[in-house]
């Protein structure tokens, strides 16, 4: 969805340091468990007067993150970037697709996928996470608005 393109782009600043991998620590129980401490030593080292980003797509389509999140922190900051949910959905088909191809597995049409009995399967997991207003619901539950700041992704992309 852009999510990288956009922290090498803000890994540029020198006022923001950024995370070397995404964590999951938020959305993967396994690795919310080792706790805040374990979460933060992962975190590159910075100075007090720079922002130190984290970025793991999966937080944003995890029903848990949201809360966790907030008990972290309540004033948190978040980024957010979208892209068009159709392109968004072909941009991950696409992706898996020749990942497949590459690796010698057999592979699905996209309609196929896609359509299940002639109408939509919600149930495909790129469809699922582009379903942005089921998801943001969730994190309007813990944030207001004015803390999340949304990047269209079709203009970072242009």
């Known amino acids: ?30 690795n919310y468990v080792k706790g805040i401490d374990w979460y933060r030593n992962l975190m590159p080292f910075s100075y007090g007067n720079q922002i130190t980003i984290e970025k793991t797509p999966g937080y944003f389509t995890s029903p848990q993150a949201p809360g966790r999140i907030h008990d972290m922190n309540s004033s948190i900051k978040l980024l957010l970037i979208l892209r068009d949910p159709t392109e968004r959905v072909i941009s991950d088909y696409t992706q898996v697709y020749y990942n497949r191809v590459e690796s010698h597995k057999p592979v699905q049409l996209f309609e196929d996928i896609v359509i299940k009995n002639g109408v939509l399967n919600t149930k495909y997991k790129a469809i699922q996470r582009s379903l942005y207003d089921v998801h943001m619901e969730k994190w309007l539950k813990h944030f207001s608005l004015d803390q999340i700041h949304i990047v269209d992704g079709n203009t970072l992309i242009k």
Do not use: S
């Open 1 to 30: 969805g852009g999510t990288r393109a956009l922290l090498e782009m803000l890994d540029i600043h020198p006022n923001i340091v950024v995370a070397a991998t995404e964590v999951h620590f938020f959305d993967w129980d396994e």
